[in-house]
């Protein structure tokens, strides 16, 4: 670190505060104080660190703190994790989180894994910040971004595993939602505008003003009815998931049809019950595809406001779609490229969002159900289709390149929207 970078840091650190107004002399000597401490403990665990680490390397992860969301604490973890399964590396991971947890059960589930330092440990954390990378110490970013690093994801097996304590626990919450024996089951959930109001908006407005729209591309919910009731009649539970739910279902869905987000949520049963899914049904975004993700568990990703996908080579997306009207035309996939095009608070000035319709949503939910049995018919269009459609996908920066396909019977209705 050169000396200009070292001033930079003291500046930010001591002079300043976050909003850049420079702090009262006695806040300065208080902040001064706190930086020699942390450094001096930098220096300590340097000296207990680096002889450990000629035993076993050893790794220092900085996970993004910027909101506390389920999607990136795991994102950082896994990637890290499976890039260590694939180079078969046998490393001592001390993984650094400045926020609270957003799942608790998570949190425990890691931590028997590597070490995972939270707020709670806030001291340890500020600490290791100074620590030098001598020996066999090694701070990093845990997602590397490299040609194979979808292939080494699908090729990994979950990082994570319940205890014999937590399977029963689990077989006891599957007895109280199902009353008897286990139907499959698919973990199904829309976004919630209370659940934005209250978690992704504050979060964004504390690093700037708002630059997306965050509430026009929910979805409608009774756009879903058509399918939940496909599902449920072919012997398919559905499951709403999610957290700080607006509406309860439908009464008239049917007993396959369970509000787990109002009657039965917890955080463990978020991990277990996606991670014995069948499959997840996400509607508009919604993270809770990630729980499932951790454990190898397909997704279908509907009214998508990107075409920046997810991560199974199993998933199966279906897009939203922008109408100009002053040209009379739809977006096309390129123009709508790697961007959340439809949060995009310019762009929505200029072009109406169509949602998926419910004929949309069961063809690809069927389609889904086919291609995990094995029964799924590709024809010779399709392969076609999906070709031209990876050829926009392969134009992003590599680690954008996500391995889901895009549904096929989508792709047939709207392939002039795809490059000739």
């Given at each position: ?118 707020k709670r440990q806030i001291l340890l954390s500020s600490c290791l910040q100074f620590v030098l990378p001598i020996g066999r110490i090694s701070k990093k ?280």
């Open positions: 670190m050169n000396r200009r970078v070292i001033k930079k840091k003291f500046y930010q650190e001591v002079i300043y505060d976050v909003d850049g107004v420079r702090n009262s002399k006695p806040r300065i000597l208080f902040r001064f104080s706190s930086l020699c401490l942390k450094a001096f403990g930098g220096a300590l665990l340097t000296l207990v660190l680096a002889p450990l680490s000629l035993i076993r390397p050893i790794e220092i992860w900085y996970l993004r703190s910027r909101r506390a969301k389920i999607s990136l604490m795991i994102e950082d973890l896994e990637w890290g994790l499976r890039n260590l399964q694939a180079h078969k590396l046998k490393v001592f991971v001390i993984a650094i989180y400045k926020l609270p947890f957003p799942n608790n059960q998570l949190a425990k589930m890691y931590r028997r894994v590597l070490l995972l330092l939270g970013n845990p997602i590397e971004r490299f040609e194979s690093m979808f292939t080494n994801w699908n090729d990994a097996s979950p990082s994570l595993n319940f205890t014999n304590k937590e399977i029963k626990r689990g077989l006891e919450l599957e007895e109280k939602l199902f009353g008897g024996e286990t139907p499959p089951f698919v973990c199904f959930a829309i976004p919630s505008k209370k659940y934005k109001l209250a978690v992704d908006v504050p979060a964004t407005k504390h690093h700037g003003e708002l630059v997306d729209d965050p509430f026009t591309s929910i979805p409608n919910f009774s756009s879903y009815v058509s399918v939940i009731n496909e599902l449920t009649s072919s012997g398919i539970a559905v499951l709403r998931m999610g957290n700080l739910e607006e509406e309860r279902l439908p009464t008239n869905l049917g007993p396959l049809a369970i509000d787990y987000a109002f009657d039965f949520r917890s955080e463990f049963g978020d991990l277990w019950l996606h991670s014995n899914c069948v499959f997840s049904l996400v509607a508009g975004g919604v993270g809770s595809w990630w729980f499932g993700a951790a454990f190898n568990r397909p997704t279908l990703l509907t009214d998508a406001y990107e075409i920046r996908t997810t991560y199974d080579n199993r998933d199966i997306f279906i897009p939203q779609r922008g109408w100009i009207p002053s040209e009379a035309r739809y977006l096309t996939f390129s123009e709508i490229g790697d961007n959340e095009w439809a949060r995009d608070i310019e762009l929505l000035k200029k072009v109406e969002i169509f949602k998926n319709t419910p004929e949309e949503i069961t063809d690809a939910t069927s389609e889904m159900i086919l291609r995990l049995a094995g029964k799924w018919i590709e024809t010779d269009e399709d392969r076609e289709l999906q070709a031209r459609f990876r050829s926009i996908v392969n134009s992003f920066p590599v680690h954008q390149r996500r391995p889901a396909r895009m549904g096929a019977k989508f792709l047939r209705e709207h392939q002039h929207l795809l490059p000739q």
